[in-house]
């Protein structure tokens, strides 16, 4: 019977490169008894007998479906605190300014928001903390993770570097092949730049690429995906992908957080180390808002056909190089769950708080790619 026993947590693949990443995830899932630790240990096939009726021990599924459901509800929260945050921060800010004489205006369901670039800046910058204070308050309460867990750092692994600036690269390049059938580009480049107001814009940009890349990682990458990591590396992954997709945004936007959810997670993963997760943030945000001076330029297809030009070939050669490199240790190898992917899935997505969340997210998501 031997070979039936299970201990999820010590069976658990802990195959960072960073030998202290692995360190800190075993030993706080070990060590902290809280309900959202997937925990079980114990033969599954053994049962107790009381007055001669059999009565079947918990079982391993009963123990990831209970792990989940939990991590479910505080992410669903959190999650529905962030929508809200998003869509009413913005717009009760705007009233109030609107009452003190400043020029500025929102679109409901765009987000966009119109009038005074400094005023404009003002609000997108303070509304953006207001959203990440809330959800990271809740988020940290629900799940108590050591500091050195939620931020982990390795200064080593130049291919893993060199990926992170790959994969950048080549989601910028996605998000502009998308974004120019939209024609969304000109329109926002418009609303930067028409108001001659440059310093407003380098100071939004530069809060907007460094900072907000920064707090983003450590919300997905940092707390979350450790979370869910427990119940499968690939489940991780492709859920936080899913999940930031579903936040309001146009469509080239929600591909190219999608992408980055995939290569963030999967450079989390493999290098313990948040910092090329960021990179990868970075990269993306600060060509993006490149191509935005593009389109304003005098001849903005030359330019834009020039920097796809650039951009595609550089991110493959990146990619290319760190596979080579990494090519024994290049697949997401955890498969510790021992639930089916379809009940994992409907476990994560039936609880009041996630369900309300994905309903929501998806009527505002099919609103906004409409009209």
Known sequence: MAENYIDVIADFNYDSRNSQYNTDNRHWRKNTKAPYIY?????????????????SKRTVQAAERKSLTYVSEILGLAL???????????????????????????????????GSQWGVTLIRSIAALIKYIVVFTLLLRGFKMPTRLRIPLCAGGLPEYIAAIGAGMGIAALYTIIDAGAGNGESLAGQLFDYKNAAAVIAYAIFDVLLLSLLSELLLRGILLPVLRQFGDRFAVLTLAFTVFLFPNNLAERVGEFCIGLAA?????????????????????????????????????????????????????????????RSKHRKLSNR???????????????????ISWLCISALLMLVQLIF
């Open 39 to 55: 925990r079980y240990e114990g033969n599954p096939q053994e049962r107790v007998y009381v007055d001669g009726h059999g009565i």
């Open 80 to 114: 529905l605190a962030y929508l809200i945050c998003e869509l009413l921060a913005g717009s009760v800010l705007v009233w109030i300014l609107q009452h003190l004489n400043v020029n500025v205006r929102q679109d409901f369901l765009s987000i966009a928001m119109s």
């Open 265 to 325: 997670g999967y450079l989390l993963i493999k290098s313990g180390s948040i910092e090329k997760c960021v990179i990868v943030r970075i990269t993306y945000s600060a060509l993006c808002y490149s191509r935005l001076v593009l389109i304003y330029s005098d001849e903005p297809r030359f330019t834009i056909d020039r920097f796809l030009l650039i951009l595609i070939p550089s991110a493959l050669c990146c990619v290319f190089f760190y596979f080579l490199i």
């Open 336 to 354: 510790t769950s021992h639930l089916e992917s379809k009940k994992k899935i409907l476990v994560f997505a039936e609880t009041v708080t996630m």
